[in-house]
């Protein structure tokens, strides 16, 4: 596979939800025998999908549609239940506050850390550090533990980590919107910048406006692909659903 | 390393990241630093040495050469085993909960965490090793049967390790299984010759079951220690069987509990 792509075959992914589930040993032991208690969803179900290498791949969709666990598959946080995933290339993902940030370590220390888990030597960070600490603005913070940053330093630095060590593939789960106007716009022209040097984006993100920047856009429904194509059609299409659902619950609401 | 694949190169980088943060975290805040690693292992060694050694007037055994002689020496030999297989027990738990929290947000292999900390916590075993040898070799008690040390450790990390990935997994689920592993190590400890010796468990006028005896003969940890003993305390050739059930224990059990580890810690960014 070339470098970059990533490509979903037939996934569908079961989260098991168990009440009463025995958290001590003890527990366990105690309730051996009888009959456990669990909730199966389908937090995904049957998605195929391709994205080429050095595409910008926004995906949309109601809360809880599943956006975040395709992103955490495509990660390799989680193992599909059925089907595969394949990322293949250097991948970098800001998933949401903090991204593999280690609360006790300074930020600097995590940057180290973040790199290690990307594969880059120390040498390399340290050639980049000045880069990501000045991108990030969070200054002499950076040798503070981050469990003292406020939000907005945390996805300021856990941006400027994944941004500026060359990912092949960036995945990112609507975080931006934490950090202030003039950092927001600063992601943007970096985003665009990555783009343009061949990095493949997925971007999940309420943000319609943003959408229509993606080469190509997915709508998910419940854990369905509904529908995959030019950013302007699959907007209007989830558009015209969120706006058909809002008259239904108007007419109730009468 | 150019011939070695990203994903391995990634791993030895994180495992090295994660042995250097455990080796910086274990001392960090204190001013004495590294003379703590020190000065542990010799108070521990001192106690023990006092109440079994000085009260209870246990004999050291003896030595072919007379020349190290010293109930502190022996139980110094065993002890850095001892330590060295529970700091791996004890430590996988440690290290698997420092980073589950990380793996719910990115990826990374979970087993550099486990592997790291090993390192680290071998790096202090060889600390107080290194204390052993300038003690015993200003006692002129070196031969050629050192080589057999640095193998009992070896087995004794393996051992430990793995048992660690398997109840470090557990210890992930059920939150009770480190209080568990605590409460069967210290009963272990006494399960093994270290504050005394295995000619004192095959008197015949003592009342110890024979079951009792074969369990503190040819339980893993016992083997390992014996070897230690051999090859700094007696300068001896271990022997054969000995070594073969020492080598048998840490591989089998090594293999499983990495079988299980790379099973079950997928799952881990799934726990609640």
Redesign the interface.
Same mark, same amino acid.
């Given at each position: 596979m070339t470098i970059g792509a990533i490509s979903v075959d037939a996934v569908s992914k079961r989260?098991r939800l168990e009440r009463n589930?025995? /958290? /001590? *040993?003890?527990?366990?032991i105690l309730r051996m025998g009888r009959t456990r208690d669990t909730d199966e969803f389908w937090v995904l179900q049957d998605i195929n999908l391709d994205i080429g290498a050095g595409s910008f791949f926004g995906l949309i969709g109601h809360n809880g549609s599943g956006k975040s666990t395709l992103l955490r598959l495509m990660? !390799?946080?989680?193992?599909p239940t059925l089907g595969s995933v394949e990322a293949t290339g250097r991948?970098s993902?800001l $998933?949401?506050l !903090?991204? !593999?940030?280690?609360p006790d *370590?300074t930020g600097r220390?995590n940057v180290? *850390?973040?790199g290690?888990? $990307? !594969?880059?030597?120390?040498r390399q960070m340290t050639a980049s550090m000045n880069d990501i600490i000045e991108f990030s603005g969070i200054g002499d913070f950076v040798d503070e533990p981050v469990k003292i940053y406020s939000s907005g330093m945390y996805v300021r630095l856990g941006f400027a980590v994944a941004v500026n060590v060359e990912p092949d593939i960036l995945l990112i789960d609507e975080v931006m919107a934490v950090g202030d106007e003039e950092f927001q716009r600063r992601c943007l022209k970096h985003m665009d910048m990555l783009r343009d040097n061949g990095t493949t984006i997925v971007l999940v993100s309420h943000n319609t406006d943003l959408m229509t920047e993606c080469h190509q856009v997915g709508w998910l429904d419940h854990g369905r692909l509904l529908k995959v194509g030019a950013p302007d059609d699959v907007v209007s299409a989830y558009l015209a659903n969120v706006d058909a659902t809002d008259n239904t619950l108007n007419t109730r609401n009468i | 390393m150019p011939s070695l694949s990203p994903s391995v190169r990634k791993s030895i980088t994180l495992i090295y990241h994660f042995a250097e943060r455990e080796s910086k975290s274990r001392y960090k805040r204190s001013v004495l630093g590294w003379f703590w690693s020190f000065l542990n292992p010799l108070v521990t060694v001192g106690v023990y040495w006092f109440v079994f050694g000085a009260i209870y007037g246990a004999a050291p055994p003896e030595t072919s050469n007379h020349n190290a002689e010293s109930f502190g020496l022996y139980l110094f030999t065993g002890l850095i085993i001892w330590t060295l297989f529970t700091g791996m027990v004890d430590g996988s738990m440690e290290w698997l909960s420092s980073v589950s929290d990380l793996r719910k947000k990115i990826y990374f292999p979970t087993e550099t965490a486990l592997l790291g900390g090993a390192a680290s916590n071998l790096v202090q075993s060889s600390l107080e090793v290194v204390v052993l040898l300038v003690i015993m070799a200003a006692l002129s008690n070196i031969g050629w049967t050192l080589v057999f040390l640095p193998v009992a450790m070896a087995l004794a990390l393996g051992f430990g390790l793995g048992l660690g990935f398997i109840v470090s997994v557990l210890n992930a689920r059920y939150r009770d299984v480190k209080y568990l592993v605590g409460i069967v190590l210290n009963v272990a400890f006494f399960a093994v010759p270290i504050v005394y010796t295995p000619e004192l468990i095959k008197r015949d006028d003592l009342p110890v079951p024979e079951i009792a005896r074969i369990l503190v003969e040819w339980n893993p940890v016992s083997l390992f220690i014996e070897i230690s003993r051999d090859a700094v305390y007696f300068l001896q050739v271990p022997l054969w069987n000995r070594f073969l059930a020492a080598l048998a224990w840490s591989v089998a059990t090594f293999s499983i509990g990495w079988v299980f580890f790379r099973r079950q810690s997928m799952s881990i960014s799934e726990e609640p």
């Open positions: 989260f589930r025995p /958290s /001590s *040993l003890k527990e366990a990660a !390799g946080i989680h193992r991948l993902a $998933l949401e !903090g991204t !593999g940030f280690h *370590l220390e180290y *850390l973040n290690a888990m $990307l !594969g880059i030597a120390r | -």
